[in-house]
């Protein structure tokens, strides 16, 4: 199973916002679209070895939304439609246990902490993307059976206090090279570098 992890720090929690302006009205929702485009779907299908959670911070209580692969209906390649799944999943009453909104949608209370805290019960390798973190292609040294969970941030990056949560968790910091890309770039980047085994055997 590969897992996504997008932070969206003023990610709205509520259903209000409008599909004619999703950026402008949502707290930049359409960042969080887009990541759930790159990481699911494929020319003629859905990956279904993958599992996407969204943290959203922008509204009093925090909410996550996690889309499973494996059993996730309606998704298709725009943004307007991905983000009508995700208005469905916010009218649904969240609370801190998971609850299904359509077909592989699921929302519950809670921010990226807790998040972290059910990946490490799950004994998931946690890797932070950042621009300055060690090559990705040198992953290969270290097993990778292991499910793996990478972690990203929106337009605004991470803050200091989900790094040092990041950092307690065991993330692993690793960059995609030093150019600053988009979040939904950074995941197909990843779903190519694993679905093709691009590893380099000598790191150094
Ligand atoms: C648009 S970038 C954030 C921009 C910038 N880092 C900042 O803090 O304002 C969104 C996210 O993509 C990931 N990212 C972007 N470029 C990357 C790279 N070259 N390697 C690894 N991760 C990257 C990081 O997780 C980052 O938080």
Known sequence: MRIFVVV???ATTQPSF???DIPGTSGRLDILCRSVTAAFVLSHGIRKDVLVYLVLLGG???KTIRLVGETLRHLNPDERTTAALLKKALAVEATPEWAMSTSGIFVRTGGLEKLLEDLKQRSVRLVYLREDGRDF???KDEPLEREMAFV???HTGMTAEEESLLASAGAEVVALGPTSLHADHCI???NWLLDTNAFMSDCG
């Open 188 to 190: 197909v980047v990843t």
């Open 137 to 139: 292609r040198c992953l």
């Open 152 to 154: 990203l941030g929106d």
């Open 18 to 20: 409008s599909l004619e």
């Open 60 to 62: 009093e209580t925090p």
């Open 8 to 10: 969206g720090h003023k």
